[in-house]
T-cell receptor, first 115, second 111 residues
């Protein structure tokens, strides 16, 4: 079973531009979550989608948005990029862990650098 | 606000030693606790989870201990190997909310 696939793996943008990141979850998984990872703030939750609907949203400005398609693939968009948006953006799909927890399976991430 | 945190940002051990990575949490309402391992250039990888009504759970070379009295979680790795070198995150799960991660502990294993 293929894992979570994220594209692109690396990208460089300049301030003010916008960026779109793509994520394909594990086949059959309908929930997709996005996290931002930075050295200073660690892993911070952006949003979660389930069956094309946003189910949960983190504490990020409106410049950060996402969507999910009928095939469960998801995209996230960041508009008007700022230097502080430089981060690793991680996508994950959800399954049930051995103890019953909702376990996230992460992709390798998209490394965004804003100059 | 409430968050999951870790006691030490780094831990260095010798190959073959047992490692203990600690985590403190603040929300008694969490249903599950989960440990993740992140190697360089990769996304976090699930290691083991434990339900909040349990005290201990064992996996392959790993044991998670949960002390609800002092809100403390630990991950024990037996016979640590160089391949265990990574950043380890604890995370807490509450029904209806997103997984909340701690800051991470970098484990370095020297041979």
């Amino acid at each position: 079973k293929a894992g979570v696939t994220q594209t692109p793996r690396y990208l460089i943008k300049t301030r003010g531009q916008q960026v779109t990141l793509s994520c394909s979850p594990i086949s059959g998984h309908r929930s997709v979550s996005w996290y931002q990872q930075t050295p200073g703030q660690g892993l911070q939750f952006l949003f979660e989608y389930f069956s094309e609907t946003q189910r949960n949203k983190g504490n990020f400005p409106g410049r950060f948005s996402g969507r999910q398609f009928s095939n469960s693939r998801s995209e996230m968009n960041v508009s008007t990029l700022e230097l502080g948006d430089s981060a690793l953006y991680l996508c994950a799909s959800t399954s049930r862990g051995p103890s019953g927890a909702n376990v996230l399976t992460f992709g390798a991430g998209s490394r965004l650098t804003v100059l | 606000g409430e968050s999951v945190g870790l006691h030490l940002p780094t831990l260095s051990v010798q190959e073959g030693d047992n490692s203990i990575i600690n985590c403190a949490y603040s929300n008694s309402a969490s249903d599950y606790f989960i440990w993740y391992k992140q190697e360089s250039g990769k996304g976090p990888q699930f290691i083991i989870d434990i339900r909040s009504n349990m005290d201990k759970r064992q996996g392959q070379r790993v044991t998670v201990l949960l002390n609800k009295t002092v809100k403390h979680l630990s991950l024990q790795i037996a016979a640590t190997q160089p391949g265990d070198s990574a950043v380890y995150f604890c995370a807490e799960s509450r029904a209806g909310t997103a997984l909340i991660f701690g800051k991470g502990t970098t484990l370095s294993v020297s041979s």
